[in-house]
């Protein structure tokens, strides 16, 4: 069974700095990898960066040269560094198996908001 776990989201002012860390149970993490994703209102959740199993990370455009993803894969944790918030990084943030296409069960935990203030 998957369960996920995150922490380290608030408020914080434009160009200001926050920590995500996600503890999660279930094999299949250690052996794809992890990804953080994020929900703002009215969007569709969308891919913020991801690691694979083999240490290969991914980002989206919008976080690149801001966000950094690193964790131990093989633990099961994954942190989220993101730096110079921008307003428009306010969303629910969320962990998941990275690629998202093997979340089969289509299981998501709490998340965790980050609310960034201009």
């Known amino acids: 069974q998957v369960q996920l776990v995150e922490s380290g989201g608030g408020l914080v002012q434009a160009g200001g700095s926050l920590r995500l860390s996600c503890a999660a149970s279930?094999?299949?993490?250690?052996?794809?990898?992890m990804g953080w994703y994020r929900q703002a209102p009215g969007k569709q959740r969308e891919l913020v960066a991801g690691?694979?199993?083999?240490?290969?990370?991914n980002y989206a455009d919008s976080v690149k040269g801001r966000f950094t993803i690193s964790g131990d894969i093989a633990k099961n944790t994954v942190y989220l560094q993101m730096n110079n918030l921008k307003p428009e990084d306010t969303a629910v943030y969320y962990c998941?198996?990275?690629?998202?296409?093997?979340?089969?069960?289509?299981?998501w935990g709490q998340g965790t908001q980050v609310t960034v203030s201009s």
């Open positions: 690691v694979t199993n083999s240490g290969r990370t």
């Open positions: 279930g094999s299949i993490f250690s052996r794809i990898g």
């Open positions: 998941n198996v990275y690629p998202v296409v093997y979340n089969l069960k289509g299981s």
